[in-house]
């Protein structure tokens, strides 16, 4: 399944194989995804954002995010968040911002987690390296 530039709620059953969306502005609810699942999306505040997969999930969110973050595999948990409240191998409860959506996602195998601004060193490895810096002395 694949999903781009989805305005209104979306929920699936049941999915088999793997699950893509990117830019889904109305929530998403994903009840159980036989294989993998990725996500890249900006994050509308009081909406809901759920999702189980069997396999692994990645997702990726922009850095004025503002959700809560509950996140569990049964593999390893990398989550990279501004707050991070709770934290083990497997589980991961944390926050962007002030907290107005909710993001829960389980996954079978890993699952990793990045809200843009929260790791200054991934943030750097995704812009151009051609892009001048402002040079404050001219």
Do not use: C, M, W
């Amino acid at each position: 399944v694949r999903l781009r530039n989805v305005a209104g709620p979306v929920t699936l059953e049941e999915g088999r194989g793997d699950f893509r969306a990117k830019d889904l502005a109305g929530g998403l609810t994903v009840h159980q995804v036989a294989g993998d699942l990725s996500l890249k999306t900006e994050i509308t505040p009081g909406l809901t954002y759920s999702a189980r997969a069997n396999g692994d999930i990645s997702a990726r969110f922009p850095s004025n995010t503002s959700a809560r973050f509950t996140l569990q595999a049964q593999g390893q948990v990398s989550a990279q968040l501004p707050q991070i409240e709770e934290q083990s191998a497997d589980r991961v409860v944390g926050q962007a911002g002030e907290g107005e959506a909710q993001v829960v996602l389980e996954a079978g195998g890993d699952l990793r987690v990045t809200v843009r601004g929260a790791d200054k060193e991934a943030d750097a490895a995704d812009k151009d390296p051609t892009e001048k810096k402002d040079d404050p002395k001219s």
